[in-house]
């Protein structure tokens, strides 16, 4: 079964940059269609950005235009470049694979914090 393993995450301030990269073993990805996800303290899961295998996305209105998320199908990874970091965007990221629906692994942790 695929697995996948986040990093990336840390402590950094407000307006700050991290990229998250997610990694694939066990399966490929290459033909299905990842997402990255948060969930912040207290707060559900939620999707933030998604990468068709062709290329197309799709981004949550909060953090368009802050974030980007590339995928390298021939190296099975995922990552998210995040700017402007704001106190609000503190929490756990995952990657997934959004169809068919895919399985959770540990995740990163994104601190945003003076």
């Known amino acids: 079964q695929l697995q996948l393993v986040e990093s990336g995450g840390g402590l950094v301030q407000p307006g700050g940059s991290l990229r998250l990269s997610c990694a694939a073993s066990?399966?490929?990805?290459?033909?299905?269609?990842m997402g990255w996800y948060r969930q912040r303290p207290g707060g559900q899961r939620e999707l933030v950005a998604v990468?068709?295998?062709?290329?197309?996305?799709n981004y949550a209105d909060d953090v368009k235009g802050r974030f980007t998320i590339s995928r390298d199908n021939a190296k099975n990874t995922v990552d998210l470049q995040m700017n402007g970091l704001e106190p609000e965007d503190t929490a756990v990221y995952y990657c997934?694979?959004?169809?068919?629906?895919?399985?959770w692994g540990q995740g990163t942790q994104v601190t945003v914090s003076s």
């Open positions: 997934r694979v959004v169809e068919p629906n895919g399985s």
């Open positions: 066990g399966s490929s990805f290459s033909a299905s269609p």
């Open positions: 990468m068709t295998s062709g290329g197309m996305t």
